[in-house]
């Protein structure tokens, strides 16, 4: 019984990391292409920890598989924000279908660093 | 049953990171890097604790504990380094 739940959960797990991976690849844009790497990191390493904790037993794995994924969870927002915020100030060309850019008016982006004084 | 499963989900996770790795090498920009490589950080974890489930050794989901970490701070690192720009 536990033998198949593994599976079952190994394999969502992998086919959630494979599909980011795809989505990563044939994105046409930074942000595009963070939004299809979120989920690797929440649902498939999700999948794959629960599966293992559940092969594996007992507490002390429990308590490891279960720290790995709080930190995951608690990090990959952060992350997820610095690398937008930073390539979106870098000017980063937009994906020409993009249809809201809220932070560009007259044509020009505002910066976030202190110098310009518009933040 | 297991042994075929963990062998399918394991060339699955190569799989996955070969395609990571191919949008590493490629991306146009340097925060296509970063995303990439944060994937692929997050894809040797998922391999690891795997392969930890199918070995039985405890000590291995310690190395995916800590570099869980280190991939972490390493993406922070990147962004504020484009963030910065070029150091003067």
């Known amino acids: 019984m536990i033998d198949i739940l593994t599976a079952i959960l190994w394999l969502a797990g ?5 599909l980011a991976a795809v989505g ?4 046409p844009d930074v942000f595009t292409r963070m939004q299809a790497s979120t989920k690797a990191s929440t649902l498939g390493l999700g999948c794959l920890l629960l599966g293992t904790a559940l092969q594996m037993g ?11 994924g709080a930190f995951i969870l608690l990090t990959t927002p952060v992350a997820g924000h610095v690398i937008a915020r930073a390539s979106y100030f870098a000017e980063v060309p937009l994906w020409k279908g993009t249809v809201l850019d ?12 202190p110098e310009s004084g518009q933040a | 049953m297991l042994d075929i499963v963990s062998r399918i989900t394991l060339v ?9 790795f191919i949008r590493l090498v490629k991306g146009p920009t340097l925060p296509d890097r970063i995303v990439a490589t ?3 950080g997050v894809l040797i974890v998922g391999f690891i604790v795997v392969l930890a489930g199918w070995s039985g050794v405890h000590a291995t989901l ?6 869980a970490l280190i991939g972490f701070l390493g993406t922070v690192a990147y962004a504020t380094y484009v963030e910065r720009g070029d150091p003067q």
């Open chain 1, 24 to 27: 990563v690849l044939r994105m």
């Open chain 1, 102 to 113: 809220e932070r560009t008016r007259d044509g020009e982006r505002r910066s976030a660093t």
């Open chain 1, 58 to 68: 007992d507490l002390a794995s429990f308590i490891r598989a279960a720290s790995i």
């Open chain 1, 14 to 18: 992998s086919a959630f990391a494979l």
């Open chain 2, 12 to 20: 699955t996770m190569g799989l996955a990171l070969l395609i990571a």
């Open chain 2, 62 to 67: 310690d190395a995916a504990i800590v570099i």
């Open chain 2, 38 to 40: 944060d994937l692929l």
